[in-house]
């Protein structure tokens, strides 16, 4: 675990900032606290994620929605062919970035590192905390908790929305995969029995397409909460997934 570092903000904090007089000495009373939450692996996993998400996204959206049909002799063109190479090069990135994470954070990382893959729902402080940040975002409570990982609601969305979700996608789509390459190919040998378990492969499709919906609007939803919990907290998150740091701007204990 990083050791927190603290101290008053010093004038080269504050260069730039057009603050000076009474509004720039109450800044340079605050004392900032930061401690070393992500680390680089993690850091670079979600960077490549996040990459990987926006060409599948786009990719299975056309190939579940496909472009008109080109003019002139179907030996000219791979536009199909090229979307769904794009579709499966990104999703061997996110697959060996899952696994990757899930060896990080379970056998190296710090404790930060494995919040993504379980959610104490046994504990009576978690129900608490969950309470109070849905009340945060529905705006009838004014600010949220300090949390050095993450907060009670964004672990809740993570590992439905986005592990459990992105294992589902994983193992959906190399069962669909597994219809190209044929039973006694390594796909077939390993998933073979998805579709049969899902309903065939209509009901596969089907649920691997609502499964990227699911994914696409946890981002949206990411994006909004981490831009606004910059903004409006007193802890930092956009710039602590750049250099690892979470950035605490007062020393209130909660």
């Known amino acids: 675990m990083s050791t927190p570092q603290s101290g008053p903000l010093s004038d080269s904090d504050l260069k730039g900032t057009n603050l000076d007089g009474q509004a720039a000495q109450a800044l340079r009373a605050r004392r900032v606290t930061q401690i070393y939450v992500y680390e680089a692996p993690v850091r670079l996993w979600h960077w490549l994620t996040a990459a990987s998400i926006v060409v599948l996204a786009i990719t ?9 049909t080109l003019s002139g002799e179907a030996s000219s063109h791979f536009q199909m062919g090229w979307i769904r190479a794009l579709h499966f090069m990104a999703a061997w990135i996110f697959t060996i970035g899952f696994a990757g994470r899930v ?6 990382g710090n404790a930060w590192s494995r919040e993504l893959f379980w959610v104490p729902f046994w504990k009576a402080e978690y129900w608490k905390d969950l ?8 705006f009838i409570r004014k600010e949220a908790k300090t949390t050095i990982g993450h907060n009670a609601l964004a ?3 993570l590992f439905f929305c986005f592990t459990l979700t992105g294992l589902f996608m994983i193992v959906s789509g190399f069962a669909l995969y597994s219809d190209g ?4 190919s390594w796909e077939g040998r390993a998933f073979g029995w998805v579709m049969p378990w899902l309903g065939g492969n209509l009901s596969t499709h089907y649920l691997h397409h609502w499964g990227m919906w699911i994914i696409i609007l946890f981002v949206m939803i990411h994006i909004y909460t981490v831009t606004r919990e ?7 998150l ?3 997934m750049t250099n690892g740091y979470r950035i605490f701007r007062d020393d209130r204990p909660d």
Do not use: M
């Not at 299975?60 to 008109?68: A, H, R």
């Not at 910059?230 to 930092?236: A, H, V």
């Open 60 to 68: 299975g959206y056309l190939i579940g929605s496909p472009p008109s």
């Open 103 to 108: 060896i990080w954070g379970l056998f190296f």
């Open 131 to 138: 309470l109070d940040e849905l009340l945060v975002y529905a």
């Open 155 to 157: 672990r809740t969305a």
């Open 181 to 184: 390459t044929g039973i006694d």
């Open 230 to 236: 910059d903004i409006t907290s007193r802890q930092s």
């Open 238 to 240: 956009i710039s602590s």
